[in-house]
Protein backbone atom coordinates (compact mmCIF):
# COMPACT_ATOMS: atom_id res chain seq x y z
CA UNK A 1 0.00 0.00 0.00
CA UNK A 2 1.63 3.11 -0.93
CA UNK A 3 -0.04 7.18 -0.43
CA UNK A 4 1.50 9.69 -2.63
CA UNK A 5 0.89 13.05 -1.95
CA UNK A 6 1.69 15.96 -4.38
CA UNK A 7 1.29 19.57 -5.08
CA UNK A 8 2.67 21.09 -1.76
CA UNK A 9 4.94 24.52 -2.09
CA UNK A 10 5.71 28.04 -1.34
CA UNK A 11 2.26 30.58 -2.12
CA UNK A 12 1.89 34.06 -0.29
CA UNK A 13 -0.65 34.36 2.19
CA UNK A 14 -4.41 34.64 0.16
CA UNK A 15 -3.14 32.21 -2.62
CA UNK A 16 -4.23 28.70 -3.72
CA UNK A 17 -3.33 25.29 -3.59
CA UNK A 18 -4.41 22.21 -4.89
CA UNK A 19 -2.99 18.74 -3.00
CA UNK A 20 -3.12 15.25 -4.93
CA UNK A 21 -2.71 12.05 -3.22
CA UNK A 22 -2.65 8.92 -5.25
CA UNK A 23 -2.81 5.03 -3.66
CA UNK A 24 -1.95 1.68 -4.60
CA UNK A 25 -2.10 -1.56 -3.52
CA UNK A 26 -5.54 -0.82 -1.89
CA UNK A 27 -9.02 -0.84 -2.83
CA UNK A 28 -9.09 2.88 -2.85
CA UNK A 29 -13.09 3.15 -2.84
CA UNK A 30 -13.47 1.05 0.25
CA UNK A 31 -11.39 3.59 2.13
CA UNK A 32 -12.82 7.18 3.46
CA UNK A 33 -9.85 9.54 3.17
CA UNK A 34 -8.50 12.23 4.87
CA UNK A 35 -5.94 15.21 4.93
CA UNK A 36 -3.82 15.76 8.29
CA UNK A 37 -1.32 18.60 9.29
CA UNK A 38 1.66 18.81 11.52
CA UNK A 39 3.39 21.87 11.97
CA UNK A 40 6.69 22.83 14.12
CA UNK A 41 5.63 21.58 17.56
CA UNK A 42 2.57 20.74 17.10
CA UNK A 43 0.19 17.65 16.99
CA UNK A 44 -0.97 15.95 13.93
CA UNK A 45 -4.38 17.15 13.12
CA UNK A 46 -6.79 15.76 10.60
CA UNK A 47 -8.02 19.20 9.32
CA UNK A 48 -10.67 17.32 6.13
CA UNK A 49 -12.24 14.00 5.74
CA UNK A 50 -14.50 12.06 3.42
CA UNK A 51 -16.20 9.26 3.57
CA UNK A 52 -16.04 6.23 0.66
CA UNK A 53 -18.48 7.29 -1.30
CA UNK A 54 -17.98 11.43 -0.67
CA UNK A 55 -21.53 11.08 1.16
CA UNK A 56 -19.85 12.47 3.93
CA UNK A 57 -16.94 15.23 4.59
CA UNK A 58 -15.31 16.67 7.51
CA UNK A 59 -13.56 19.73 8.05
CA UNK A 60 -11.70 21.33 11.01
CA UNK A 61 -13.11 24.74 12.06
CA UNK A 62 -10.06 26.68 11.07
CA UNK A 63 -9.99 25.48 7.42
CA UNK A 64 -14.00 24.90 6.93
CA UNK A 65 -14.88 27.33 3.94
CA UNK A 66 -11.12 27.97 3.15
CA UNK A 67 -10.90 24.33 1.86
CA UNK A 68 -12.55 21.43 0.16
CA UNK A 69 -11.68 17.92 -0.11
CA UNK A 70 -12.90 15.77 -2.68
CA UNK A 71 -12.00 12.11 -4.25
CA UNK A 72 -12.09 10.93 -7.60
CA UNK A 73 -12.39 6.60 -6.90
CA UNK A 74 -11.99 6.11 -10.62
CA UNK A 75 -8.49 7.29 -10.53
CA UNK A 76 -7.84 6.11 -6.90
CA UNK A 77 -7.20 10.24 -5.87
CA UNK A 78 -8.10 12.18 -3.20
CA UNK A 79 -7.66 16.03 -3.25
CA UNK A 80 -7.77 18.58 -0.92
CA UNK A 81 -8.60 22.40 -2.70
CA UNK A 82 -6.86 24.89 -0.38
CA UNK A 83 -8.17 28.88 -1.01
CA UNK A 84 -7.49 31.97 1.13
CA UNK A 85 -4.03 30.66 2.67
CA UNK A 86 -2.98 32.08 5.75
CA UNK A 87 0.77 31.78 7.23
CA UNK A 88 -0.84 29.63 9.70
CA UNK A 89 -1.80 26.91 7.47
CA UNK A 90 2.26 26.02 6.66
CA UNK A 91 2.71 22.40 7.85
CA UNK A 92 3.29 18.91 6.40
CA UNK A 93 0.43 17.91 4.92
CA UNK A 94 -0.26 13.79 5.00
CA UNK A 95 -2.90 12.00 3.57
CA UNK A 96 -4.35 9.52 5.07
CA UNK A 97 -6.75 6.13 4.55
CA UNK A 98 -8.78 4.45 7.26
CA UNK A 99 -10.14 1.25 6.17
CA UNK A 100 -13.64 1.52 8.19
CA UNK A 101 -14.79 4.07 5.36
CA UNK A 102 -16.49 6.07 7.24
CA UNK A 103 -15.44 9.96 7.55
CA UNK A 104 -13.23 10.46 10.71
CA UNK A 105 -11.37 13.05 12.14
CA UNK A 106 -9.35 11.29 14.42
CA UNK A 107 -5.96 10.59 13.75
CA UNK A 108 -5.52 6.87 14.91
CA UNK A 109 -8.58 5.72 13.04
CA UNK A 110 -6.68 5.98 10.05
CA UNK A 111 -4.85 2.39 8.84
CA UNK A 112 -2.66 4.44 6.06
CA UNK A 113 -0.16 7.47 5.96
CA UNK A 114 1.60 9.09 3.43
CA UNK A 115 5.11 10.73 3.45
CA UNK A 116 3.32 14.34 3.14
CA UNK A 117 4.07 17.23 1.22
CA UNK A 118 5.59 20.78 2.56
CA UNK A 119 3.29 23.70 2.49
CA UNK A 120 4.60 27.11 3.32
CA UNK A 121 2.29 30.59 3.30
CA UNK A 122 4.56 33.31 3.49
CA UNK A 123 2.79 36.90 5.02
Known amino acids: VQLVESGGGLVQAGGSLTLSCTAT????????MGWARQAPGKEREVVAS????????LYADTVRGRFTIFRDNERDTVFLRMNNLEPEDTAVYYC?????????????????WGRGTQVTISS
Open 25 to 32: GMTFSAYA
Open 96 to 112: AAASTGWATRVPTEYNR
Open 50 to 57: ISLNSAIV
